[in-house]
């Protein structure tokens, strides 16, 4: 079954040869994008869509999400905006309701929150595990989470969980966890900040993780510099999640390595943090991704647009630098050729914009501007 989508009024492949093109059609046939070209150039398909002059672009590549959890923190947001300050102790809040959930309430939970987001052009997920801190419910959620996506990350170094040795527990996530878990999952994760694991601790799950041929992936300089980029630059990571708070040096190691430095936005502006330093990291030369946070205290949206939006209003990206971060800019932190562009042999990950150019992304701030998407070639809407 092959679909020729046509009438593309503005087409951006995120392919180097190809750009941006306008009068554009695509052909989608096994699940892969077959041709990309001008309009009057299309070749005969199945079926025949016309988008009549609507935007098209790669789907959103989500990054970094927390979705394995159960329960709200709507109580701790309302505090948050009367005054009260972000502290990572709520995670324990989580810790406790996702560790009560059956596993059909955690997987529902989860495939609600994936499906919300693929109905707003998201087709590539990240999730993590992260709210469960035994060796049990760790697993648990790496089980669910991979039954559900296809990027799960290791997140038992989110927190210590209350009452727990920092040491002792570092030595299960390195130890029984990690064992436990990996089998489940591509890449772990460290949370290295103050109020969660410190260098030396953080250094011990990297190492331990490498070792044991996971990618890596470090939560770092959220609520204050300190040495979460310099050890995801050391230690060849994926991506570094947060860079809020940046020294010069941090820039300079990101600006020189092959770790995307992943801002979170909505995360930034949920926790009354700062805005990060999105312009000196791009005009320094990093490769910048954008991605939701999606978990239930600290950024609860699954909205790449809303994202977007703040990027460039706030973050002074161009539209065109926002919408790469949010496609191929997280498929680089996610070490994937497939998704996040529009090349031939690319995966089918089409969204189409109720709009004729993505500049209303921005222009149309909290518009919902989905008109159709396609996840590996199959029509979701
Ligand atoms: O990325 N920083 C640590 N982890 C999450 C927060 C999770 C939570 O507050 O439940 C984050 O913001």
Known sequence: MSTLVTGIGELTTNDPELG????AALVLADGRVAWVGSASAAPAADERV??????????????HTHLVFAGDRTAEFEARMAGEAYAAGGIAVTVEATRAASDDELAANL?????????????TVETKTGYGLTVEDEVRSARIAARVVDEVTFLGAHLVPPGADADEYVAVV??????????????????????????????????????????????????????????????????VDHCTYLSDADVDALANSATVATLLPACDLSTRQALPPARRLLDAGATVALASNC????????????????????????????????TLNGAKALRRDDVGHLS???????????????????YRPGVPLTHAVWRAGVRLR
């Not at 591509?186 to 694991?197: K, Q, S």
């Not at 990618?215 to 959220?222: C, D, F, M, P, S």
Request: glycine residues 10%.
């Open 111 to 123: 495939r609600r929150l994936v499906a919300e987001a693929a109905a707003q052009g998201t087709t």
């Open 50 to 63: 016309d988008v009549e002059g609507r935007a098209v672009l790669p789907g959103w590549v989500d990054s």
């Open 344 to 362: 031939p042999g690319a995966r089918a990950d089409v969204h189409v914009l109720d709009a004729p150019s993505t500049t209303h992304l921005a």
């Open 174 to 239: 390195i130890g029984d966890m990690l064992d436990a878990v990996a089998p489940h999952v591509r890449w772990a994760d460290v949370f290295c900040e103050r109020g969660a694991f410190d260098a030396d601790q953080s250094r011990a799950v990297l190492a331990a993780a490498r070792a044991k041929g996971l990618g890596l992936r470090v939560h770092g300089n959220q609520l204050g510099e300190g040495p979460g980029v310099g050890l995801a630059v050391e230690f060849g990571a994926a991506s």
């Open 295 to 326: 978990n239930p205290g600290s950024s609860y949206t699954t909205s790449m647009a809303y994202c977007i939006t703040t990027a460039v209003l706030q973050l002074r990206f161009t539209v065109e630098e926002a919408i790469t971060a949010a």
């Open 20 to 23: 941006r093109l306008t009068d």
